[in-house]
C-alpha cells in the first residue's frame, strides 16, 4: 500500500469471527528484545486514551468479547512484534458501528502510546508492568525443565547471545529499562519495523485499506525475507557438562546438530524422524528409557528448526545424568540402524498429519498460513501438498536424518543442595 504497510486479506465465512494480526518485523536485537516483551505488556495496558488494563477489557467486552494478545517471537534472526485481535463479524453484531469501533480501538493501541517520564499516572503503570513481568521470568528461571535447556544453548553458543538468547533477549537488563528505552524501541517500531496486517475472515479488502490509510503514518518501505530461515552461527560441542542446584530431581538438556535444509520435504523428514526417536509416546525414547529401563520420569525430544538442532530433555534421578545421557545416544544408534516397522511408521504418518487437520481447523493457525505463503512464496504449505509430501517419505530417507545427527553434548542440572 502507499502507506508502506502490507495488506493480505483471506476470504472466509468458516468462522463467525474476523482475526487480525499486524506484525511489526525487524532484525533481531538481543538488547531490544526485552524492551519489545516489556512494551507489548504496556500495549497489553491501554495508551493515551485507555487509562489501564480494566478500562481495555471493558473495552474489549463492549465489543462483545473482542479478544487481544500483544507479544513477541523469534524467527532466526528476525524478531515479530505481533498484535493480534479477533471478534465477531458484523453479521452476528446487535448494532452497526462496532466494527469500526474495534478497528479504531486497535488503531488508538497502535499509534496512541506515550512513555513520559514526567507523567505519575504512566511511572506507575510502567513500575507495575516491569515488576508483574519480572515476576513471569522468575516462573521461568524456576522451571528447572527450561532452565536445563536454556543452560545448554547458552554453553553451546559460548560468547554468542545473539544465537542462544530467544524472545525475551537479554533478561538481565530489565531492571535497568527506563520509560525513555519504551518510547525509544516503540518509535523504531513504527519507523524502521517491516509492518503487515494480516486479516481472516469476512473484512474486506477494500474495508482494512480504508482503515490502515486512516492511521495517518508511513510504514518503513522495507521488505525482509524468510526464505531459508536459518542461524549463521552454528554451535560448538561442549560434551557432558553438569551443575548441582537446589531441586528434587534431575533434568539433563542434550543436543544433537542436524542440517533440516530450505527444502520443506527435508524439514518433514526432520519431523518424522523426531516423532519415532523422541517425541511421540510411541517413540524409542519414551517406550525404552522411561517405560522399559525406568530411567527416567518424563523424557522427549524436540526440533529446534532456526538452530538446526534436537533437543532432547529428561527428567531423571539427580545420580544418573551421564548414565541416561549415554542411553539416549545408544538409542539413537538403536533406532538409526533398525528398519522401521511398515505398520509403525504408517502410524506415525498419520498421527502427524491428524496434528496438522486439526490445526488447519484454527483460525490463527490459517491466518499464520496466510501470512508465511506471502513471505516465502517458494514453499506451499496447502494441506494437500503437506499430505502428499509426508506420504511420499520413504523409511530409508527418515532412518538417514537419523543416522546424520551428530551429538554435541549436554548439560545436566543435578537436584541436591546448591
Known sequence: MK???????????????????????????????????????????????????????????????????????????????????????????????????????????????????????????????KEQLARQLKRRQDNKKQLAARKLKEHLYQGSPEAYLGAYGDEALLDSLTLEDLQ??????????????????????????????????RACPVVYSYQDLRLAIKPQAIAFQDEVIEANQ??????????????????????????????LPSSALFMNIRERDSLAYSIHSTLDV?????????????????????????ELHKVAQTPINPAYFQEVKLTILSNRVQAQDYQWFELELVFLDWMNPASDYSLATYEANLQALTEAEVRQVLLDLTLLGAYFLKGGEA
Not at 538446526?308 to 545424568?321: C, N, R, Y
Open 3 to 129: 502507506s508502506g504497510i502490507h495488506l493480505l486479506v483471506e476470504p472466509s465465512s468458516k468462522y463467525k469471527t474476523n482475526a487480525l494480526s499486524l506484525k511489526f518485523i525487524m532484525p533481531y536485537d538481543s538488547k531490544e528484545a526485552i524492551q519489545l516483551t516489556l512494551l507489548a505488556r504496556m500495549f497489553e495496558a491501554g495508551s493515551k486514551a485507555i487509562g489501564n488494563r480494566s478500562q481495555l477489557e471493558q473495552a474489549l467486552a463492549d465489543l462483545y468479547g473482542a479478544s487481544l494478545s500483544v507479544g513477541g517471537r523469534r524467527r532466526a534472526d528476525y524478531y515479530e512484534f505481533t498484535l493480534n485481535s479477533q471478534m465477531l463479524a458484523d453479521q452476528f453484531l446487535p448494532e452497526d458501528g462496532l466494527m469500526h469501533s474495534w478497528l479504531d480501538l486497535l488503531a488508538d493501541l497502535v499509534l496512541n502510546q506515550a512513555f513520559d517520564a514526567s507523567d505519575e499516572v504512566m511511572q506507575a503503570r510502567f513500575a507495575l508492568e
Open 184 to 217: 525509544r524501541v516503540y518509535d523504531k517500531l513504527l519507523q524502521k519495523a517491516q509492518i503487515v496486517c494480516v486479516a481472516h475472515g469476512r473484512l474486506s479488502e477494500a474495508q482494512l485499506e480504508t482503515w490502515l490509510n486512516s492511521l495517518a503514518f
Open 250 to 279: 534431575g533434568n539433563l538438556a542434550m543436543a544433537l546438530a542436524t542440517n533440516y535444509g530450505v527444502d520443506d520435504r527435508e524439514r518433514l523428514k526432520a519431523n518424522v524422524a523426531n516423532a519415532i526417536f523422541g517425541q
Open 306 to 330: 532456526y538452530r538446526e538442532l534436537m533437543i532432547v530433555q529428561a527428567g531423571i534421578d539427580s545420580t544418573k545424568g551421564k548414565e541416561v545421557y549415554e542411553k539416549v545416544f545408544d
